[in-house]
Structures are given as structure tokens and as C-alpha cells.
């Protein structure tokens, strides 16, 4: 509930810090004093519109902060949590407005959009007035009113994990489809594209050996006379090889006679002797490789060339030719066995379809169901509200298919008749002043407990009646107070004398300026308070008596 609210330097009030208690909260004073510029304020730090015009002149910023306390599970604060913002029981909204009309937002100090300063307004506070769309003059928050009165709130989530299924469903089809869509336009290109790289037939990492082997065999003659001169030199009549041979054989012919030491000589040139015909082996093997294909290095170079323009082609390097291959393959493969998978995405996206519609039907018949008994609670709250020639009904239509969401597809309206034969209307059109809010008293009353905010504020609901009529509204409104905290401006003694907290509004002229100021009443004041509303600017004993009656009365 609204616990506390600070005013500073807005139109006509200067400094107001006013504190609130739960039950029935009523503000009365002179037409002028001030109290719409209090709803106005309030309205600041819910989120709504502001300009420059709301600063008090000679100020060059307004500040109104609003303080709520409010149960753990209040929706408030999940909807702080999905902006990261942290709050426990109390939350502090605060608006400045400068003077050039800028203005800011805060949530317990820490700054936030205009947008989410509304989105908790609303959570916060239902505002019912005679001309504003706010609370249930607004036509967007009809439907969750008669889901909250038909407690469908089973069936709402149902159909909600039914829209979303069905969303998934659809959005997986439509994708497939356009990618196949996209796949058909290139499909020659896809087709060309696999078969010339079937033909070259790219291997990992196959352009740097051949890149190696293509340096190798450039500089052959160079090569073949290196390795010719040195196996010449190592395998010729007067090479290395046989005179190591030689020198071993005589050492192993005297080695009983050499002892351990020419033994250990004796087993190296051996190991050397073997080494060496390795070497010359694999001299051999070299030479032979440079012979064996005089076209090689032709070859190497027409190889090189094809991967180098088939990467080019492709914009890609040569080292990713193969993976590019099978990346074609694969495309091409998805696009010839497509059909069966897009056919069955389409059966999926049917069935979700349907479990949507089975979902949105038994909302419906819920709603449907619900509306009769909504009428007939409405119907009662009239005649004491001398509304007993209006007749109220709840329109249900259903959407076109375009417009179905997740809260089903019906579009539930509110529609009065305020005189017998005339056509009906949104109630905001069809309703005077006094009939509106009398109005939005009658259905506030039935769909109580329906509400997110916790705090009601009734604008003038009595404009326009007195007497039984009036006393009916105070009676209805201490009845909505024991469920909700309620804030209500009227100029009714009968609903004055209902309050259970009594704010009195006034005008005072100070230095030439006028300011409004804002005092709780006592007992006594309020007795004045309310004679004064019974009898104008002269204040009668008798007007006095009837003030004693109606406070008796309403306790």
C-alpha cells in the first residue's frame, strides 16, 4: 500500500509530506483548492506524463516521491528482478521534472525508465477517474479483469504453453522452408560446384607438400650433381666405403691381439660401416626419386594451380578446399532428402496448432461461462447507485486469426446503456462524469480481489448525487476498503463521514502566493469539515447535528 508521499514545488504546492494508513482515505476542501494537483503529483511518480507546466513557477525542478510497503509476493518485484534491479518490502518511486520539462526516474534511487516507472504505477496503483483511461476505463485490461473474475487462470497458462509451442513449431517450419527456398535458387550452383571438387578431389593439407615437393624438384640439376659427387665420393673405387671396409678388415684380423681398447675401435667402425651404407642407400633413393618422372615437377605445378583457382573461385584459402568439399556435399545431400523434413516440421506445426486451438476454445467456453455472472453481479450494484435504467454487458469476440495470441483470441469489451433504447458503447463514451465513476465503483466492487494494485483511488465518484445515492457510494467504497486501501477526492458528506483517515484540502495565500496546503483532521475538525459540506460556507448547528449523524452512522 501507499505509505508515504513527499510533494515538492509542484503547480500550487510548495512542500507537502503526507503519510497514509490502510482503509478508507477520503480528501475533501473547496472546488479549487488543490486536490486534483495531489492526484496530478501522485500521477508523476506512477509514470505519467509529464511538463514543464507542473513546476511550480519560480522553481526550477519538481520532486514527487511515493513510498509503498507491500507483501513478498508482490508482482512488483519480479518485475524488478527481469530489469536486475533488487527491492525488498519497501519500494520508493521518485519523479523529477525540471522546469524545460525533462524529467527522470528512479526506484529506490537507482534510475530507470520512464516506461518501467509506468509498468509499476500500474502494478501499484488503479487509478479510477471520470475521464482519464486508466484502471477499467482502459479497454486493454478488460479481458484479464474477466479471467480474474472467472478464475481462469488454469486455462490461461495452458494456452499459453500452447501459443508458445505453437510459436516454436511455426518459426522451426518457416525456417526450414526458407532455407530450402534459398537452397532451390542455388541448387545448379551447388550441384556444379560439388561435382568439379569431386573431380579434384582436395586433401588437407595437401597445396603445402606439394608446394615443398615443387621447391624440391625446382633446383633438380643442382640437386642431382650434389648428391651424384657425394656418392661418388663415399661409394667410388677410392670412396669411403671401401676403405672403411679395408681398414676394418684388418683390424678384426689382429683384434685377438688388440685387447678391450681395439675391440671398442673395432665395434664403432662397424657401427660406422653400417651407418654409411644407410646413408648411401638413402642417396640412392633420392637419386632415383629425381629420375623416376621427368613430369613431375609439370605435374606439381598444374596440381598447385588447380587448387589455387578453385580456392580463388570459392574465396577461400587452399588448406580449407576439402572442408569446403564435404560442407557442399553435405548442403547437397540435405537438399535432395529436404522434403520429408520440411513435411514433417509442417505435421509438428500442425499439431501444435491444434493443441493451441483445444486450449484457446476451453478458455473461451470459460470465459463465455464467466461473462453471464459478471452481468448479473454488475446488474445488482446499479439500482443503489441510481444507475437502475444502464444497463452493463461484456462483449466477447473473437479475433482474427493474425491477432491470436497467448492469452487466447477473444476480445472481451466492457459496453453500457445508460437509457433504455439506446445503442450500447464503450463505457467511456456512453457514460457521463458521475455515471462513469459510479460506474467503475459498481464493477471495482465486483471484481474485487481481481486487482494486482493494492491501492484504489476514486476521482469525484459522487459528482452529480446526494442522499441515499451518495450514502450508497460511501457504503460500497468502506466495503472495497477492507480489501484494498482506498484514496478517494469527493465533495460528499455521506462518503466523508465513511473515511478512516480524513484529509482536508485548502488555498492559502502567503507573500503574495498561493499555495495548497494539506491537514489531517481530528474528530472535532472533521465534524466541521463534514457541516461544511452539508451546508456550504455557513456552518448551521443543524448542519453540525447531521455531521454528528452520518459519523454515527458509519461506525
Request: net charge negative.
Amino acid at each position: 500500500m501507499l505509505t508515504a508521499l513527499a510533494i515538492r514545488n509542484v503547480v500550487l504546492i510548495e512542500q507537502l509530506i503526507l503519510t497514509f494508513e490502510s482503509g478508507l482515505t477520503v480528501l475533501t476542501g473547496e472546488t479549487g483548492a488543490g486536490k486534483s494537483i495531489l492526484l496530478d503529483a501522485l500521477g508523476l511518480a506512477l509514470g505519467a506524463r509529464s511538463e514543464a507546466g507542473l513546476v511550480r513557477a519560480g522553481a526550477s525542478l519538481a520532486v514527487v516521491t511515493a513510498e509503498f510497503s507491500l507483501p513478498e509476493d508482490h508482482p512488483a518485484f519480479a518485475l524488478l528482478a527481469e530489469q536486475g534491479l533488487q527491492a525488498e518490502r519497501s519500494v520508493i518511486l521518485r519523479r523529477q521534472v525540471g522546469s524545460d520539462g525533462r524529467s527522470r526516474a528512479f526506484v529506490n534511487d537507482q534510475p530507470i525508465s520512464i516506461a518501467l516507472l509506468r509498468q509499476l504505477g500500474d502494478l501499484l496503483v488503479e487509478i479510477e477517474g471520470q475521464f482519464e483511461a486508466h484502471g477499467l476505463l482502459d479497454p486493454g485490461t478488460h479481458r484479464m479483469h474477466l479471467d480474474r473474475f472467472a478464475a481462469l487462470d488454469p486455462q490461461l497458462a495452458k494456452t499459453r504453453a500452447a501459443f508458445a509451442a505453437w510459436r516454436k513449431a511455426k518459426q522451426a517450419h518457416d525456417d526450414a522452408a526458407a532455407m530450402t527456398d534459398k537452397a532451390r535458387t542455388e541448387e545448379d550452383y551447388l550441384r556444379h560446384s560439388v561435382a568439379e571438387l569431386d573431380l579434384a578431389a582436395p586433401m588437407a593439407g595437401e597445396e603445402a607438400e606439394l608446394a615443398a615437393e615443387r621447391a624440391r624438384l625446382s633446383n633438380r640439376e643442382q640437386a642431382m650433381e650434389a648428391l651424384n659427387g657425394a656418392l661418388s665420393d663415399l661409394a667410388g673405387d677410392r670412396g669411403s666405403e671401401r676403405t672403411m671396409a679395408s681398414a676394418l678388415r684388418r683390424l678384426q684380423r689382429m683384434a685377438d691381439k688388440l685387447g678391450s681398447e681395439g675391440e671398442a675401435a673395432i665395434a664403432a667402425l662397424d657401427r660406422a660401416t653400417i651407418e654409411l651404407a644407410e646413408g648411401l642407400a638413402a642417396l640412392g633413393r633420392l637419386i632415383a626419386s629425381f629420375d623416376a618422372d621427368p613430369q613431375r615437377l609439370e605435374k606439381l605445378e598444374e596440381r598447385l594451380y588447380l587448387l589455387r583457382d578453385l580456392a580463388r573461385k570459392h574465396r577461400i584459402t587452399p588448406d580449407t578446399l576439402a572442408e569446403f568439399h564435404e560442407g557442399l556435399q553435405k548442403q547437397l545431400a540435405s537438399l535432395e532428402n529436404q522434403g520429408g523434413g520440411i513435411a514433417k516440421l509442417r505435421e509438428a506445426e500442425q499439431k501444435a496448432r491444434t493443441a493451441y486451438m483445444a486450449a484457446a476454445e476451453s478458455l473461451s467456453k470459460g470465459r463465455s461461462r464467466a461473462v453471464k455472472f459478471l452481468e448479473a453481479a454488475v446488474r445488482d450494484e446499479l439500482p443503489p447507485l441510481k444507475l437502475e435504467k444502464a444497463r452493463f454487458t461484456v462483449q466477447l469476440d473473437k479475433l482474427d486469426e493474425a491477432r491470436w495470441g497467448d492469452l487466447g483470441w477473444d476480445q472481451v469489451s466492457f459496453v453500457v446503456t445508460t437509457n433504455p433504447g439506446a445503442a450500447p458503447g464503450p463505457i467511456e463514451q456512453v457514460a457521463s462524469g458521475g455515471e462513469l465513476a459510479r460506474f467503475m465503483l459498481a464493477l471495482t466492487v465486483v471484481l474485487a480481489g481481481g486487482q494486482a494494485a493494492e491501492t484504489l483511488i476514486f476521482d469525484e465518484v459522487d459528482s452529480g448525487i446526494g442522499g441515499a445515492t451518495a450514502a450508497a457510494v460511501g457504503e460500497r467504497l468502506k466495503r472495497l476498503s477492507e480489501h484494498f486501501q482506498m484514496l478517494v477526492i469527493t465533495h460528499s458528506p455521506q462518503v466523508a463521514a465513511m473515511a478512516d483517515q480524513h484529509w482536508c484540502v485548502a488555498k492559502e495565500t502567503f507573500r503574495n502566493n498561493a499555495i495548497t496546503t494539506v491537514a489531517a483532521l481530528d474528530k472535532k475538525q472533521r465534524r466541521e469539515e463534514i457541516a461544511r459540506l452539508l451546508a456550504g460556507a455557513t456552518i448551521t448547528d443543524e448542519a453540525r447535528a447531521a455531521a454528528d449523524k452520518l459519523l454515527a452512522e458509519a461506525r
